[in-house]
Structures are given as structure tokens and as C-alpha cells.
């Protein structure tokens, strides 16, 4: 009774109600019942909070084993499907702290803590993240689809977002580019997902097409003739006996208004295409002169009348 009116005396501004109340109901129940009772109430629930204690333990070791043997099992599989580093280390955070958060909360619920309001504090904070790093989030997204479908890799020449050049790095969140002018372009990977990528490099092959303009009444055949004899002088055009996929073509395309055309179309390796391109044209700029075909100027007929 004595401990009933201590409590009863407490102020009611430092003590809630309610937490006042299960303290006098406590405290009335330690008084009015026998030691022997509560000591035997207080052992049963010190062995099952015990039994509760070891099983929380043994769940711990065995789901840190389970999360041992998970990730190595994704290590392996990633070694044999040669998948990016950064692409693999991403996965592998990723499925370690989901993980190691269910152990977490098993754990927890184990020990009879109540762990829905744990969950839903935990998915509260997952999407307040979300939002804020909204950017970075889709740059995460764009950056998981580039790694796992590989629309290019580090070496390859392309051309996105309004620039051209060579990747050189390819992270999670973002792409490095090196321009031919020697600059260092970073592209966010959610802005590259969502657009065109032109990729020079993807394929092996490549092919190379060429315009040629000459004068009215040059024979046709005569130019063919000769583009083609400086086609076959260069080593590095393929044709369909050396893994082209055609034979090289020169044919009058178009008649303009103060020219005939013709069209040049060869196959080249991929790393060869810029070389040939700017080595064909001075070839032919330089040699077709040299056996009268001339090329046109623009011409304007200007009749005086008196």
C-alpha cells in the first residue's frame, strides 16, 4: 500500500496518466501477491525470453551464413556471364543490405519486439529518399540498363546527347566520353537511357560512302574506271572474297545542274573507316586530273540584252 500511495502522490505533469496507471497496477499486484508466485512468474518468463534470446542468436549466424553463401553464389554467376565490375559490385550491395535488413528484422521479431512499425518506418524512409534523390535514382536506373544490356562499351566511338566521342569510363551513374578535340564529356546515364546512342563501333564492319562530282561530258565509264582502280590500290578496302559483305560500287547516281554524280560506296573495318574515308578523297582529287576528268565550278549564264 505504501508504494500504491507514492505513485498517487507523484505530480501529473511528470508522469502520463496512463503510464501511471499500469505502474499502480503493477505495484498493487507485487503487493497483494505471494513471493512464491512471482518468483515462479518471474522465471517462466525469464526462460522464455531466454529461449527467445537463443533463437534470435541462432537465426542471426545462420541467416550471416545464408547471406555468405547467397553473395558468392552471385559472384560466380556473374564471373562466368563476364559482367561489368561496376554492374556486379551494384548487384551485390544491393542484394547484401536487402538482405541483411530481413535478418535484421526476423531477428527482431524473434525477440517479440513488434516490427511492423519497424517496416513501415523503414518503407517511410526508402521513399522520403527516393524523392529527394530523385536525379540520382533514375541516373541509378539508366546506368543498371546500360551495364546489363551494354548498348557500348569502354572503346567504343559514339555519338549521344549532341556529342561524339570515345567512352572511356562507364560507371552506374554516369558515362564518360573523350571528344577528338581532346575534352572530357560526363553524361548522367538517366539522360543517356532515354535517348539515341550511335554507336560507330558496335559492329566490325563498316560502310564508307563517298559522293564524286565531275563535269558535263565526261564519260562515265572513264570515271568509274578510274575510282575504281584507286579503290583497288588501297589494301584496307574489303571486298566480298576478303569478309566485306559486297564487292566495292561506282555508278553514276544523279545529274545536277552543273555536274554528273557518282556514287562510291566501299567496305572497311570499323577502325579503319576514318583513314580510308580522308585517304580516298585526296587519292581522287589528286589522280582524277591527272587523266583529264576535271571537277565542276559553279556556273551562272548571264544574257545581256540591248
Known amino acids: 500500500m505504501k508504494i500504491t500511495n507514492l505513485l498517487q502522490a507523484a505530480p501529473v505533469d511528470t508522469v502520463s496518466r496512463g503510464i501511471q496507471a499500469e505502474l499502480a497496477a503493477a505495484a498493487e499486484k507485487i503487493a497483494t501477491t505471494p513471493t512464491s508466485e ?71 521479431g524473434t525477440l517479440g519486439v513488434e516490427t511492423t512499425s519497424f517496416a513501415a518506418l523503414l518503407a517511410g524512409g526508402g521513399m522520403a529518399i527516393g524523392l529527394a534523390l530523385n536525379g540520382t535514382v533514375q541516373n541509378f536506373a539508366g546506368g543498371l540498363m546500360i551495364l546489363i544490356f551494354r548498348p557500348f562499351k569502354a572503346g567504343d566511338f559514339i555519338e549521344m546527347q549532341g556529342f561524339t566521342g570515345t567512352v572511356t569510363e562507364v560507371t552506374i551513374t554516369s558515362t564518360k566520353l573523350t571528344t577528338t578535340d581532346n575534352r572530357v564529356i560526363i553524361i548522367p546515364n538517366g539522360a543517356i537511357s532515354n535517348g539515341t546512342i550511335n554507336n560507330y563501333s558496335h559492329m566490325p564492319l563498316r560502310r564508307l560512302d563517298l559522293t564524286v562530282d565531275v563535269e558535263y561530258g565526261t564519260s562515265s565509264e572513264k570515271v568509274c574506271e578510274m575510282v575504281m582502280s584507286l579503290i583497288k590500290q588501297d589494301t584496307r578496302i574489303l571486298n566480298a572474297e576478303t569478309s566485306g559483305k559486297a564487292d566495292p560500287f561506282v555508278a553514276l547516281s544523279a545529274l545536277k545542274d552543273s555536274s554528273i554524280q557518282f556514287v562510291v560506296r566501299v567496305w572497311v573495318k570499323s577502325e579503319d573507316y576514318w583513314d580510308v574515308n580522308f585517304d580516298l578523297i585526296k587519292n581522287i582529287y589528286e589522280e582524277l586530273p591527272k587523266n583529264g576528268i576535271q571537277f565542276p565550278y559553279p556556273k551562272l549564264d548571264v544574257n545581256i540584252i540591248k
Open 38 to 108: 512471482l518468483l515462479s512468474d518471474l522465471v517462466d518468463k525469464a526462460l522464455s525470453f531466454g529461449l527467445k534470446v537463443v533463437a534470435a542468436i541462432a537465426i542471426y549466424f545462420v541467416g550471416a551464413w545464408l547471406i555468405k553463401k547467397i553473395k558468392n553464389l552471385l559472384k560466380r554467376i556473374f564471373e562466368k556471364r563476364d559482367f561489368e565490375p561496376a554492374i556486379e559490385s551494384f548487384i551485390q550491395s544491393i542484394v547484401g543490405i536487402a538482405l541483411w535488413i530481413i535478418l535484421i528484422i526476423a531477428v527482431i
